[in-house]
T-cell receptor, first 116, second 110 residues
């Protein structure tokens, strides 16, 4: 099973709203990722959690706040977003074996976010 | 900064034709993944290639990793409308970052 699930599938929010995106995997993967993707462009890395600790923050604005409650769950809290933040938000996970030659990432179906 | 140049960016062909997509870099990668993505959905992993010179086949898709692990190609034989989608190559090195190509938007017309 290589499934990563994300909820909600679609989200429309105003610039003053607070919402959260959720991601879950039950593959025993120890690394989880948030990406932002604009139409017809490749995904852009936002955050990486490795063994439940934030290991990479790609200079993402503070209106995006990640959280990793446990090794299976990853949240992205949203507050005071701008219309230009509208995009497909993708979660991914990978095994993250220490010293392993590869670390293939498996993506979820994404959340289509629209900020009005 | 590692770059992965993917070509062509757009490809529109008729059903039954063959095609090849290329990803090239001046950097060495420990592995390279190919993904296929449909509109509004997440990228779906097609294959991971690890060894220089490796060739993997997935039905009508053939993936090759260059000997120096700097480039890769995806060849589709007898394309079908169901192959339509955005094809992404992504090179992986230590440190969790994937270097993505810009993608190839493939349209197969019936």
């Amino acid at each position: 099973d290589t499934e990563v699930t994300q909820t909600p599938k679609h989200l429309v929010m105003g610039m003053t709203n607070k919402k959260s995106l959720k991601c879950e995997q039950h593959m025993g993967h120890r690394a989880m990722y948030w990406y932002k993707q604009k139409a017809k462009k490749p995904p852009e890395l936002m955050f990486v959690y490795s063994y439940e600790k934030l290991s990479i923050n790609e200079s993402v604005p503070s209106r995006f706040s990640p959280e990793c409650p446990n090794s299976s769950l990853l949240n992205l809290h949203l507050h005071a977003l701008q219309p230009e933040d509208s995009a497909l938000y993708l979660c991914a996970s990978s095994q993250r074996l220490a010293g392993g030659p590869t670390d293939t990432q498996y993506f979820g179906p994404g959340t289509r976010l629209t900020v009005l | 900064t590692q770059l992965l140049e993917q070509s062509p960016q757009f490809l529109s062909i008729q059903e039954g034709e063959n095609l090849t997509v290329y990803c090239n870099s001046s950097s060495v990668f420990s592995s390279l993944q190919w993904y296929r993505q449909e509109p509004g959905e997440g990228p779906v992993l097609l294959v991971t290639v690890v060894t220089g010179g490796e060739v993997k086949k997935l039905k009508r898709l053939t993936f090759q990793f260059g000997d120096a692990r700097k480039d890769s190609s995806l060849h589709i034989t007898a394309a079908q409308p169901g192959d339509t989608g955005l094809y992404l190559c992504a090179g992986e090195n230590s440190g969790s970052r994937l270097t993505f190509g810009e993608g190839t938007q493939l349209t197969v017309n019936p």
